[in-house]
């Protein structure tokens, strides 16, 4: 896939006494990046991860900030360099929380958000709500800079932001300013507006202009899903590096892919029996964690919604198909015996062969969606974590057997394809 593979002009950048390799930053997403996803992206990247950043962490709740309150703040010691993301509206809450922070946990950073587009965090004054109130994004960058300087002066404070409120009020330039003359060591700017949302693409030229006329690294986000998009992005625009976020939601293996190209190895071919591994792996990091068996389970889906669009057929292609026709049902749903022992019926079944023979007519594309399909059924409809590991095991053992695991078929992260540059109104009015 990535033969003669051009290294980008930047594998690597600084953070006060810190250098990052890969130049890459896993986004944090509420919901979704707590430890144990954290740590299953570090596993997979073979503990190349760039940096990491907590969910993040409200401090407007309590008059006197509490860190037995903040589930968020919890990280392993293997996933340092870890940075601590806060978000508030108040410079003296924001301030406080900060220093006990770092004083209590000695994070590698602590970073501020402005770039939150959710109507419960922008809608009221802080997150990308901060964008349209520099002077008050100016005071809290100052207060937390001034406390951390005091308290814990060795750990830096940097930002993460948005392009701006609208496309009629992009202030990006103005907020590197400000952050540059704070005392801000690092900018990760998303290149959406706060009423966009996540919908359209990303505006990298406003990142790009961000990046050449910055004194400190700035890091590029939205819309990287690719070892060949990261390379793109921080050779054209001139950032420091990528940060990822539903990116890796779709493929938490992409962060190792980057860091193996960067080092100029060949590229990792994923097997299916590898991408069912990864269920495993994080059910055990999420019970560690203090999850209960079906909060772990409801992860697990999640996970696997979007994971199993990446399995597809090998090789042999409609061969495999024709043969999984020739030898009727049990062939194609092999992977559902042990389901169906558990539960008297399995649709996927049913639907085997006549799957096949309508992806055999529409070629290996239709084919390997409806595989993909199959894997992912069998496995969200498990009603609990045996029966979820029982039709696991039946897949490692039959049906996934002939399957490799693409992770290019996962590149879709709007949901719709998205392919040209739009300021939507996903926000509009909230």
């Not at 130049?23 to 740590?39: E, H, K, Y």
């Not at 814990?152 to 993460?160: G, Q, S, V």
Request: glycine residues 12%.
């Amino acid at each position: 896939m990535l033969n003669n593979f051009k290294i980008p002009k930047k594998t690597s950048f600084g953070l006060r006494s810190l250098e990052i390799f890969p130049n890459t930053i896993l986004s944090p997403m509420d919901g979704v990046t707590d430890a144990p996803f954290r740590r299953l992206c570090r596993v997979l990247s073979g503990d190349r991860m760039g940096l990491l950043v907590s969910e993040f962490v409200p401090t407007d709740g309590d008059a006197v900030f509490n860190l037995d309150g903040h589930k968020q703040l919890k990280f392993f010691p293997e996933e340092r360099p870890f940075g601590v993301q806060i978000f508030g509206r108040f410079p003296d809450r924001m301030a406080a929380a900060a220093k006990k922070i770092a004083e209590s946990l000695l994070p590698d950073f602590i970073e501020v958000n402005a770039g939150c587009p959710a109507p419960k965090v922008a809608g009221k004054g802080s997150g990308s709500g901060l964008l349209r109130d520099l002077p008050r994004l100016q005071e809290i960058l100052h207060e937390v800079k001034s406390t951390l300087d005091a308290s814990c002066p060795e750990i830096p404070l940097t930002l993460k932001c948005r392009i701006g409120w609208d496309s009629e009020s992009i202030n990006i330039m103005e907020t590197l300013a400000i952050a540059e003359g704070e005392g801000v060591e690092m900018l990760t700017v998303h290149g959406r507006t706060r009423l966009q949302g996540y919908n359209g693409l990303a505006d990298w030229d406003w990142i790009g202009k961000a990046a050449a006329a910055a004194r400190i690294p700035v890091i590029g986000n939205g819309d990287v899903n690719s070892v060949e998009v990261a390379r793109e992005r921080i050779d054209n625009y001139g950032v420091s590096g990528v940060s990822i976020g539903r990116g890796a939601m779709h493929n938490p293996w992409i962060f190792g892919q980057i860091a193996d190209a960067w080092e100029g190895k060949p590229a990792h071919e994923i097997t299916a029996a590898e991408a069912l591994d990864v269920f495993p792996l994080y059910y055990r990091f999420k019970i560690e964690d203090g999850s209960t068996e079906m909060g772990a389970l409801g992860r697990l889906k999640q996970l696997g919604a979007r994971l199993c669009k990446g399995f597809c057929l090998g090789e042999q292609g409609p061969r495999a198909c024709r043969g999984a026709e020739a030898g009727g049902a049990q062939s194609v749903s092999k992977c559902c015996r042990g389901a169906e022992a558990r539960h008297d019926e399995c649709a996927e079944e049913e639907q085997g062969p006549r799957a096949c023979r309508g992806a055999e007519a529409n070629g290996a594309g239709d084919e390997s969606q409806d595989v993909a399909m199959h894997i992912r059924q069998t496995l969200l409809t498990a009603q609990n974590a045996d029966e979820f590991f029982g039709r696991l095991e039946d897949l490692r053992n039959g049906f996934a057997k002939d399957l490799r695991y693409d992770p290019s078929r996962l590149v879709n992260l709007n949901g719709a394809k998205e392919t040209e540059l739009k300021f939507g109104d996903q926000f509009a009015g909230r």
